[in-house]
């Protein structure tokens, strides 16, 4: 592994070489490393965590090579974002770092970008962060959003048609100042100033969804493990937008809204044993 790399500004042909020559590191290599630094704060073990995943910057800054401001600086903004990483890292959450850090490279790299580039007072809520960073490669042409256009993109980033219109509206406008101004305040604004930093523990999150997930792709399995009937019911009492009550299933089936009841009971039963051995094969 190299002792030491260039900046990418520097040489960034050379530098993207030099990084894809250091080796990935085996999740056993990875956990005893992080633990040397988060136990005993051994800066060697932190710069191999951060030497050991450069690659996945690069891989993560090309997606942003669409608003025009240098490659290099979008890598060297996130490796910033991959030590705040390896420093806020624990070992003991059970997560690959690669997931943890995808997060802090990204918010640096966002900042970045929207510090950098010609507009930027331009996210200033979730949404419109969401927008600022979709809205160009959603679009199907450099004209004007359709409303049925605007429609599908509100659909997609889950945000309203309005607030599509107001992204692009400010897309095409005027520079704006990156800092705070008296009047943001007192409009409801936030400067993109203020979301230097997440406070919210991404190891948390990640955690929390890779829970999601499993618990989804277990009840997915368990619900496999019932008739049709079953299923049917089981989805319609509970997991459909608009739930069906017994009698309306009674109907369906033709059958008493009692033996609905019970139906619902076993197969509910079903569901929660299959769920605790999947709970317990995965260590839950």
Not at 60 to 74: H, K, P, T
Not at 167 to 175: A, I
Not at 257 to 284: F, H, P, S, W, Y
Request: net charge negative; no cysteine; glycine share 4%.
């Amino acid at each position: 592994m190299p002792t030491s790399l260039s900046a990418p500004g520097i040489n960034l042909g050379a530098y993207i070489n030099n990084v894809h020559q250091i080796p990935i590191l085996t999740p056993e290599e990875e956990k005893t490393l992080a633990h040397r630094y988060y136990d005993d704060g051994d800066v060697e073990a932190a710069r191999l965590l951060v030497m050991s995943h450069l690659r996945f910057v690069i891989h993560i800054a090309r997606s942003y090579s669409g608003y025009g401001l240098s490659q290099a600086d979008l890598i060297q903004e996130g490796n910033l974002g991959l030590m705040k990483a390896v420093k806020r890292f624990d070992p003991n959450k059970g997560v690959r770092l690669v997931s943890f850090a995808v997060h802090w490279i990204k918010a640096e790299i966002h900042e970045f970008v929207i510090k950098n580039w010609r507009i930027v007072k331009v996210a200033t809520t979730k949404a419109h962060r969401k927008l600022f960073f979709n809205l160009r490669s959603l679009k199907k042409s450099s004209n004007q959003l359709t409303l049925e256009e605007a429609t599908a993109i509100a659909k997609d980033l889950d945000v309203t048609v309005k607030q599509v219109f107001e992204m692009e509206s400010r897309l095409t406008s005027y520079d704006a100042s990156f800092e705070m101004q008296d009047s943001d305040e007192d409009d409801g604004r936030y400067a993109p100033q203020l979301y230097l930093e997440d406070e919210v523990n991404p190891a948390d999150v990640v955690e929390e969804t890779d829970w999601e997930e499993n618990t989804s792709a277990a009840l997915h399995a368990a619900m496999n493990e019932l008739d049709e009937r079953s299923r049917d019911i089981i989805t319609q009492r509970w997991l459909a937008d608009q739930k069906s009550t017994l009698h309306d299933l009674a109907a369906v089936y033709n059958i008493s809204a009692e033996r609905v009841r019970q139906i619902e009971k076993n197969a509910m039963e079903k569901i929660k044993n299959v769920l605790t051995v999947d709970d317990v094969m995965l260590g839950g």
